[in-house]
């Protein structure tokens, strides 16, 4: 058996108990250890911290300085952290925990590697743990049946239709009888926020508030005061309030950003016609897939009064895959601007992408997340051709 050094992280978090002979205020997480009986020197602590609802993720660096380990936080609700200990000889460890309101302990062996010694076996992390344990349950459940869906005298169209079934079934199970049941019975505490902040954002990127605001706006409503107003519930009724703004039928909120030749466009300089407003980027795939039934869409109803403005999510360090990308796809027909400084994505809360908004001659959205022939039948009766 391996012999253990046992190397103590005391985390305490809005509770009075003392680390180290330090007092930790209320409502903050206090880490420290003791690194004398370890053979090999810490150099730092990476500190990865996302809140509760997944919106938010912040990292520390805490460099060592001789024998002792201390890291101070502001707590205002349950974090996933995750602690990575770069040590001199042996390269990292890590070890990842939610932190809440409890005494954690770690210890570590001659490997190095972190371990909770004294966990928390019941109440926050046992529930989450527990739904997340189905969850992935159901997740392998789904790549095993898509797996063993036979291709025998079967049409293409009639292997995806299946695997299309299967995906969509296990993800109502996931969404009814995990999430929403899960939150019904946990609206009183964190769990029932972290359950609907999960349930909204799916399948991804924030999609279900965005598509169903009103339903995930009556869900927020059950919860406790107390519970809607941890820093996620703050944020997920901001991401509902933005859901009704963005909403078909309402009039698409105005930006001004540089095109590639560092011309400020407004959107606003469109009204009068039809206008696509297109999120992408150079390393997006599928976005990139898009621009040829964009390209074929423009040339084909630009003259009837249809346009489109192209917004990357490419960064300012990328920004010349970004203008590579729109000479080779064929894209600079149109207004390319950047969002270097992420003021558009912010602003209509762009998670993923394509994503994108069509809009009529007075400003107002008529539609969203238009792709392929989708597009094309909407142009179409737009334009009646």
Known sequence: MMRKRSLFLLLTGMIGTGVFGQEPTKGQLSVSADLGRIKDSLVKVLIEKTDLGGYSRTTDTVKINGLQFSYQQQLAEPQRMRMVFYWKNKGLTSISFWAKDAVYVLTIGDDLKPLLLSPETTGFTENINH?????QNQEKRSDSLEKIVSYENQTVDAVEKRIWEI?????HVIDTALYLKFM???LNTPEG????C??????????????????????????????KELPSGRTLFHKIALGKEMAIGKTLKDISLPDTAGKVVKISDFRGGYLLVDFWASWCGPCRTENSGLIKAYLQYKDAGFQIIGVTRDHKFSKSAWLQAIAKDGIGLWPQL?????????SYDIQFIPCNYLI??????IARDLRGAELETTLMKLFKR
């Open 360 to 365: 009529d001659p007075q400003g107002v959205i």
């Open 193 to 196: 926020l972290y359950a609907l």
């Open 338 to 346: 950047s969002d270097f400084d992420d003021l558009a994505q912010q």
């Open 131 to 135: 739904l997340e344990k189905q969850i």
């Open 184 to 186: 019904g019975k946990h």
């Open 167 to 171: 995906s969509d079934s296990i993800a």
């Open 198 to 227: 999960k349930y909204a954002a799916r399948p991804s990127g924030n999609q279900r508030v965005k598509s169903q605001t009103e339903r995930i706006e009556l869900l927020f409503n059950q919860l406790a005061p107390s519970v």
